[in-house]
């Protein structure tokens, strides 16, 4: 099964509601990162969080990190349309530079 | 102005051919990477080279070769193609933070940038 693997695998939501998704991961990591792929587009970074950090802001973004349960959370606030798009986590096993991606959350913000 | 580009966008082509997938970024990164996401959105890191050395060979047929020129350019060589080989392939870069003694996989990590995908489509 993947190292990482994002839940919802699709979410629809309207405009000014806040977004929420979840990735899971198996082994111990060296830090976490969460991208963004419109259709048909590359992938775009959003934010990365180490190990030794429980939460991140940036932005309307909020990212939270349980190394021990090994998930994160991304939380878009009032989200808009233009955030439509899939949502990755990538894990780097315990330094690595390997990157795991996960399977993605599609994200729907309804106008 | 572009920061990772590739070309070409798209690749028709039939079983049996070979092509190259072409990326270049203007970054100033030392480390580039080749990843194939399948239909399913699913993305695997194929191979990465940190100043033109391969340092990331994941199980990818031998008929995938990939070539670093110099640190700005990674491109993919594909023999032989195959039907399952239609993907989007997509190149990345990322600076590699490194501490001296501490061998390759040390330092602190770095965002990647990503291109734009070269839609494969064997026929």
């Known amino acids: 099964s993947q190292q990482g693997e994002e839940d919802p695998q699709a979410l629809s939501i309207q405009e000014g509601e806040n977004a929420t998704m979840n990735c899971s991961y198996k082994?111990?990591?060296?830090?976490l990162q969460w991208y963004r792929q419109n259709s048909g587009r590359g992938l775009v970074h959003l934010i990365l969080?180490?190990?030794?950090?429980r939460e991140k802001h940036s932005g309307r973004l909020r990212v939270t990190l349980d190394t021990s349960k090994k998930s994160s959370s991304l939380l878009i606030t009032a989200s808009r349309a233009a955030d439509t798009a899939s949502y990755f986590c990538a894990t780097d096993p315990s330094g690595t530079y390997k990157y795991i991606f996960g399977t993605g959350t599609r994200l729907k913000v309804l106008a | 102005d572009t920061a990772v580009s590739q070309t070409p966008k798209y690749l028709v082509t039939q079983m049996g051919n070979d092509k190259s997938i072409k990326c270049e970024q203007n970054l100033g990164h030392d480390t580039m990477y080749w990843y194939k996401q399948d239909s399913k959105k699913f993305l695997k890191i194929m191979f990465s080279y940190n100043n033109k050395e391969l340092i990331i060979n994941e199980t990818v047929p031998n008929r995938f070769s990939p070539k670093s020129p110099d640190k700005a350019h990674l491109n993919l060589h594909i023999n032989s193609l195959e039907l399952g080989d239609s993907a989007v392939y997509f190149c990345a870069s990322s600076r590699r933070g490194s501490s001296r003694g501490q061998g390759l996989y040390s330092g602190r990590p770095y965002e990647q940038y990503f291109g734009p995908g070269t839609r494969l489509t064997v026929t």
């Open positions: 969080i180490r190990s030794n950090e």
């Open positions: 082994t111990s990591i060296n830090n």
